[in-house]
């Protein structure tokens, strides 16, 4: 339990943690916390026991949460600009296949109304598209029905309106 989001307000900013206490604090394996040493959490010096300073232990946390919150979820498209995941304006996306497999997700970033666009399996697009509305487009424009006016519709219209008469 907890072992991926690790509650930074466990730790005491007052108190030196051991790789040990932190392990047993947070539910966590040793090598796990092992881990957060080589990403970031510093130490108090160089010797052994190897010690954390609590503070740091829970700036260390803190900073690891945000950056997961940062991640793109299902259903949010990342924004350059806005450097955030967003999820798009009116929860819609278009999705253009452009590979056999690959595809490109395109939405409107809700706070900067910039086109934002997500890199996609196509075999995992359910796993991404969470619960946006998503408009397949295909390259070929020969598979879309064309809007323009043809005769025979033109012709349809008539009679329809014929019939109504
Ligand atoms: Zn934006």
Redo the contacts with the bound molecule.
């Keep these: 339990m907890g072992s991926r989001c690790p509650n930074p307000r466990l730790a005491k900013i007052h108190r030196n943690y051991s790789v040990e206490d932190i392990s047993r604090l947070f539910g966590v394996h040793k090598n796990t916390v092992r881990n957060w040493l080589q990403q970031g959490l510093a130490v108090i010096d160089d010797r052994r026991p190897t010690l954390i300073l609590g503070r740091e232990l829970s700036r260390f946390l803190r900073e690891r949460q945000r950056k997961a919150k940062q991640s793109c979820g299902p259903g949010r498209i990342f ?1 350059i ?2 450097r955030a995941p ?1 999820v798009p304006a009116g929860r819609m996306a278009d999705c253009t296949a452009t590979g056999p497999l690959a595809g490109s997700l395109c939405g409107i ?1 809700p ?2 109304d ?1 086109l934002i666009y997500r890199r996609v399996n196509l075999a995992k697009i359910e796993a991404v598209r969470g619960d946006l509305d998503i408009t397949f487009k295909w390259p070929n424009p020969r598979i879309r029905e064309s809007r323009g006016p043809s005769v025979n519709c033109h012709s349809s219209e008539k009679a329809n309106a014929d019939e109504n008469a």
């Design positions: 924004c600009a806005c967003k970033c706070n900067c910039r």
